[in-house]
């Protein structure tokens, strides 16, 4: 078949109806992150002193650095999402939940007596984290995962990643509520195990299924 | 045709783009054929750098343009087109040499730009999308031959084959999504 044949099939299926790539990215997450919250609050819930726990910076914490990490790994995968954009400079801003838990973690050391630095590190919780986390991550990973579908990843890989961060963000957002175990110690050794395994998670997906 | 000076082509091409995507099937396919004419050298001289060949870069011209157009809802009408249509060009013809046996693919320099001078599609140069097309329902390859080998508008096809316009529209669409997965599995 000659090109303008061809030519002629494509442009008989113009039209393009439906939402934004945009719109749809953040519709799966918000489904995603429904149904994570649901399977949440099924499973475990929010620990029962979690009102008085608000007014504690450490517990408090743990929100903003979850929050650090969502805002530019969503923002990262909406750009990615399209061919023309590469990675480069725009990674940089993962490195803001990174900076915020080493501060956290310096201002811990200095203030709690280096004999409770281990148990502070270890907890109670670390199979929970470990497993919790990576459980709620799958609605939101698969949603993000499906719309991107939609989506012309010059780096499948990459996107995918990010999409798994995301995620894990949101699973670590409620996660954390239920969690007892508040220090930037604990904080900053096992939630990004958790959400590195979610994100390797999400590069296989993109491999897999964000080719085009 | 004179190459464009590129502010105004992407003033033209934006244009044409929220037009097509309105639903303009005319400002559609002037604008697929402009594209096709901007990818073919950057996809030649790809394939000639990496000695690939260049018996099918129609084939790849064709891929591109079905990428285009079913990832058109990735191109932000707040940026530009053309990048973007160069960024599917580069993406499709790496694709397209790793499958001929090129290990190392990365012609940046051909897609920067459209730098050539715009380049008409051989006439005796056909694509693989035939022999895909068999791959098709027969239904699906019918609706398809219809509205391009023989020129037949949507609702000509409609009619001939007893089914409404959307029906054929959706089969349409369906069919050109499954092509791509096939281009995509070929070994050409």
């Known amino acids: 078949m000659n090109t303008d044949d061809f030519i002629a099939a494509l442009s008989a299926d ?26 949440f609050l099924g499973l475990v819930g ?5 009102a008085q726990a608000m007014h504690t910076v450490r517990f408090d914490l743990k929100f903003l650095d979850t929050l650090a990490l969502i805002a530019p790994a969503f923002f990262l995968c909406l750009r990615l999402a399209r061919p023309q954009t590469t990675p480069g400079a725009l990674l940089g801003w993962l490195l803001a939940p ?46 993000l995962i499906l719309a991107l579908r939609e989506g012309a990843p010059s780096y499948p890989g990459l996107t995918g990643a990010l999409a798994g961060a995301t995620a894990a963000g949101a699973a670590a957002t409620f996660y954390a509520t239920n969690c007892t175990d508040d220090s930037p110690l604990f904080v900053a050794t096992w939630y990004p195990l958790a959400t590195g395994a979610v994100m390797a998670l999400g590069a296989l997906a993109g491999r897999v299924w964000l080719r085009w | 045709m004179a190459p464009l000076h590129s ?14 995507l309105a639903g303009d099937e005319a400002a559609y396919r002037r604008l697929l054929a402009d594209f096709g004419r901007a990818i073919r050298p950057a996809i030649r001289g790809a394939f000639s750098r990496s000695r690939v060949g260049d018996a099918d870069v129609e084939d790849v011209v064709q891929e591109t343009l079905l990428a285009i157009h079913l990832k058109r809802a990735t191109w932000d009408p707040a940026q530009k087109v053309t990048p973007w249509v160069m960024a599917i060009a580069r993406h499709k013809a790496i694709d397209a040499m790793r499958r001929r ?76 999504k499954a092509l791509a997965g096939a281009w995509r599995g070929s070994l050409s």
């Open chain 1, 14 to 39: 113009a039209a393009l109806k439906g939402p934004s790539l945009t719109r749809r990215l953040a519709f799966a997450l918000a489904l995603g992150a429904c149904v994570s919250l649901a399977l």
């Open chain 1, 46 to 50: 929010p620990r029962h002193d979690a």
């Open chain 1, 98 to 143: 990174v900076a915020l838990l080493a501060v956290a973690v310096a201002v811990e050391l200095a203030t709690v007596p280096q004999e409770q630095w281990m148990a502070k590190l270890i907890g109670t919780n670390v199979w929970h984290c470990l497993t919790l986390v990576p459980l709620f991550s799958l609605p939101p990973l698969a949603a």
């Open chain 2, 7 to 20: 502010d105004k082509r992407e003033e033209a091409w934006g244009a044409q783009m929220r037009a097509a």
């Open chain 2, 101 to 176: 046996g090129v290990r190392r693919a990365e012609p940046i320099e051909d897609f920067e730009a459209i730098l050539a001078a715009p380049e008409e599609p051989d006439p005796h140069q056909r694509s693989d999308v035939e022999r895909l097309m068999e791959t098709l329902t027969p239904r699906a390859r019918d609706i398809v031959r219809s509205i391009s080998l023989e020129e037949q508008s949507i609702t000509a096809t409609a009619t001939r084959l007893g089914m409404s316009e959307v029906a054929v529209r959706v089969a349409l669409h369906r069919a050109l």
